[in-house]
């Protein structure tokens, strides 16, 4: 038997699932099938055939595109009793409802953080947002008071805010790339500075340490679980 996970990121989302998967699941096979699209017609070649699917599906209800490739491919898999979905809202979503964010990004008196200080804000009233449930007048009220009407959606939100948060630091992610610092053991950083201090200085952490922190303390948790990954 072997088991495939697969996604529709490339760029960091692909690079973050395949360094969580390669760590603490290192029989499962990672792959991108690099759009919602390509990614439905892959499901719809699965046969039962002995092995195991895992599809990661973002669910950001607030984009069109998304919801409509999501419907149709829980209409494909639908049935598939080797196949299971890991639903989330979004990967960037994923990272900024890790608990320990802030405290891994910045170190203890951090001049850096007192700068963020409305985008650690921010985040702290979008986790609450997505979590609950939102109605549009929250979600447009939440967008006038920071500055993020020009998104379409909340998953460009989680990716406004995730890169705002952690740009400048060895935990910088966009969409091309994810920090090094979130999928490495600590301090393997090449282009670290020696006022690079992070809130890992002291703590130092193996990539497997890292990544069984960001389940346990964020929506990956419940996300997997309910996949039947443990």
Same mark, same amino acid.
């Given at each position: 038997m072997k088991y495939y996970v697969w996604c529709e990121?490339?760029?960091?989302?692909?690079?973050?699932?395949?360094?969580?998967?390669?760590?603490?699941?290192?029989?499962?096979?990672?792959?991108?099938?690099n759009n919602n699209s390509k990614l439905n017609k892959a499901a719809e070649q699965i046969k039962n055939d002995g092995n195991i699917y895992y599809i990661l599906i973002d669910d950001a209800v607030d984009n069109p595109d998304?919801?409509?490739?999501?419907?149709?491919?829980y209409r494909t898999?639908?049935?598939?009793n080797n196949v299971r979905k890991i639903s989330i809202h979004s990967f960037e979503f994923s990272l900024l409802s890790f608990e320990m964010l802030e405290n891994w990004v910045f170190a203890e008196n951090d001049d850096l953080k007192d700068k963020r200080r409305d985008m650690l804000e921010a985040?702290?009233?979008?986790?609450?947002?997505?979590?609950?449930?939102e109605t549009a007048a929250e979600l447009n009220d939440f967008k006038n008071k920071y &500055?993020?009407?020009?998104?379409?959606? =909340? @998953?460009?939100i989680a990716a406004k805010i995730l890169y705002e948060i952690t740009r400048n630091t060895g935990f910088e992610?966009?969409?091309?790339?994810?920090?090094?610092?979130f999928i490495n053991n600590c301090c393997e950083?090449?282009?670290?500075?020696?006022?690079?201090?992070?809130?890992? &200085?002291?703590?130092?952490?193996?990539? =497997? @340490?890292?990544?069984?922190?960001?389940?346990e303390h964020s929506v990956l948790q419940n996300a997997f679980k309910e996949a039947g990954i443990k």
């Amino acid at each position: 038997m072997k088991y495939y996970v697969w996604c529709e990121d490339q760029g960091s989302g692909y690079q973050f699932w395949k360094a969580l998967f390669s760590s603490l699941y290192p029989d499962h096979i990672v792959e991108t099938k690099n759009n919602n699209s390509k990614l439905n017609k892959a499901a719809e070649q699965i046969k039962n055939d002995g092995n195991i699917y895992y599809i990661l599906i973002d669910d950001a209800v607030d984009n069109p595109d998304v919801m409509r490739e999501t419907k149709r491919l829980y209409r494909t898999i639908s049935g598939k009793n080797n196949v299971r979905k890991i639903s989330i809202h979004s990967f960037e979503f994923s990272l900024l409802s890790f608990e320990m964010l802030e405290n891994w990004v910045f170190a203890e008196n951090d001049d850096l953080k007192d700068k963020r200080r409305d985008m650690l804000e921010a985040r702290r009233s979008y986790i609450k947002l997505i979590t609950g449930s939102e109605t549009a007048a929250e979600l447009n009220d939440f967008k006038n008071k920071y &500055n993020f009407s020009d998104k379409k959606n =909340t @998953e460009m939100i989680a990716a406004k805010i995730l890169y705002e948060i952690t740009r400048n630091t060895g935990f910088e992610t966009d969409k091309s790339q994810v920090g090094h610092c979130f999928i490495n053991n600590c301090c393997e950083w090449a282009d670290r500075q020696a006022d690079d201090i992070c809130g890992l &200085n002291i703590n130092r952490l193996t990539l =497997t @340490e890292k990544m069984e922190q960001i389940i346990e303390h964020s929506v990956l948790q419940n996300a997997f679980k309910e996949a039947g990954i443990k």
